[in-house]
């Protein structure tokens, strides 16, 4: 029989912190999923530490051949899935142990919902907590899909949080064809928009993930960047989706979303002095913390 749960998660490069992120995956309370681990051709020994984790049957591990970039780890290790639902965890990030039981409760209770998400903290390079909890844009419950997509835009962020915050319908993330990767910085929030067109969202307001962030992926240009991809994604949105969002609502998202490159570069100078770019900087990730 299938799982309830698939937990998917990419890695590249993670060898110091990747131990860790499996173990918080194991530790759930929720017992009927199975994780698929896919190694993106590291060069740190992240392949040879997972190793470990082989005599656990929940436990998969595949090699996802060099190019293509993490949108085809992404893709690669969620091909797998066989579970219901999915979650792709980041190769340093981490979930509660209560995260995958309440998430399930949540979209079983709402079956017009295709994405759950949580809030989540912030941790440094070395695992500290750097944020409180964070997230949601203030959406609470069940939302209307088209409305949840709409507040993401004209707040300019990624209310839905990273991969490791949200939880899925496998059925509604292959029906719209997977991860959208048309603007790589910001693949996770646009694959969470497409699914909402469509289908409801559930904000879980408590924290069930921690994201890691270090110095060293939130430089000058990585920020401006982002932010550019963030405005040309919702601009796609816009025209793919007629109706869902008004001129004034892309006016103000993109807005948002260019000041939001100043509140990443003044982070990459926090950053900087606190961690000197430790151990999580070599990750193969994409999306946003804000």
Same mark, same amino acid.
């Given at each position: 029989?299938? $799982?309830?749960?698939?937990?998917?998660?990419?890695?590249?490069?993670?060898?110091?912190?990747?131990?860790?992120?499996?173990?918080?995956?194991?530790?759930?309370?929720?017992?009927?999923?199975?994780?698929?681990?896919?190694? @993106?051709?590291?060069?740190?020994?992240?392949?040879?530490?997972?190793?470990?984790?082989?005599?656990?049957?929940?436990?998969?591990?595949?090699?996802?051949?060099?190019?293509?970039?993490?949108?085809?780890?992404?893709?690669?290790?969620?091909?797998?899935?066989?579970?219901?639902?999915?979650?792709?965890?980041?190769?340093?990030?981490?979930?509660?142990?209560?995260?995958?039981?309440?998430?399930?409760?949540?979209?079983?209770? @709402?079956?017009?919902?295709?994405?759950? +998400?949580?809030?989540?903290?912030?941790?440094?390079? @070395?695992?500290?907590?750097?944020?409180?909890?964070?997230?949601?844009?203030?959406?609470?419950?069940?939302?209307?899909?088209?409305?949840?997509?709409?507040?993401?835009?004209?707040?300019? +962020?990624?209310?839905?949080?990273? $991969?490791? +915050?949200?939880?899925?319908?496998?059925?509604?993330?292959?029906?719209? /064809?997977?991860?959208?990767?048309?603007? $790589?910085?910001?693949?996770?929030?646009?694959?969470?928009?497409?699914?909402?067109?469509?289908?409801?969202?559930?904000?879980?307001?408590?924290?069930?993930?921690?994201?890691?962030?270090?110095?060293?992926?939130?430089?000058?240009?990585?920020?401006?960047?982002?932010?550019?991809?963030?405005?040309?994604?919702? @601009?796609?949105?816009?025209?793919?989706?007629? /109706?869902?969002? +008004?001129?004034?609502?892309?006016?103000?998202?993109?807005?948002?979303?260019?000041?939001?490159?100043?509140?990443?570069?003044?982070?990459?100078?926090?950053?900087?002095?606190?961690?000197?770019?430790?151990?999580?900087?070599?990750?193969?990730?994409?999306?946003?913390?804000?």
């Amino acid at each position: 029989m299938s $799982p309830r749960v698939s937990v998917v998660v990419p890695t590249y490069n993670n060898a110091e912190v990747v131990e860790e992120t499996v173990r918080s995956i194991l530790a759930s309370t929720l017992t009927d999923f199975e994780l698929v681990v896919a190694d @993106h051709s590291s060069t740190d020994g992240t392949w040879e530490r997972l190793q470990q984790f082989t005599a656990d049957p929940r436990v998969r591990l595949l090699v996802t051949p060099p190019g293509g970039g993490a949108p085809a780890n992404w893709a690669r290790v969620t091909a797998e899935a066989r579970g219901d639902y999915v979650k792709l965890v980041c190769g340093d990030d981490l979930i509660a142990p209560t995260c995958l039981e309440k998430q399930v409760a949540a979209l079983d209770e @709402h079956p017009t919902a295709v994405l759950c +998400s949580s809030r989540r903290v912030l941790i440094d390079a @070395h695992g500290e907590r750097i944020t409180g909890a964070r997230g949601l844009g203030g959406l609470r419950g069940l939302v209307p899909g088209r409305v949840a997509a709409r507040r993401a835009v004209v707040v300019g +962020s990624n209310i839905f949080g990273e $991969p490791a +915050s949200a939880l899925v319908r496998r059925s509604a993330l292959v029906e719209i /064809g997977g991860w959208t990767g048309s603007e $790589p910085f910001v693949i996770d929030q646009q694959t969470f928009c497409n699914l909402l067109v469509d289908g409801d969202f559930v904000a879980l307001d408590e924290a069930l993930a921690s994201f890691r962030i270090s110095a060293s992926q939130w430089s000058v240009s990585l920020a401006t960047l982002q932010s550019r991809q963030v405005v040309d994604f919702h @601009h796609r949105l816009a025209a793919d989706n007629p /109706g869902l969002l +008004s001129r004034a609502d892309l006016v103000r998202g993109d807005t948002m979303a260019r000041g939001m490159a100043y509140v990443r570069r003044a982070a990459y100078v926090w950053l900087a002095h606190r961690s000197h770019a430790g151990p999580g900087a070599g990750r193969q990730r994409l999306g946003s913390a804000a």
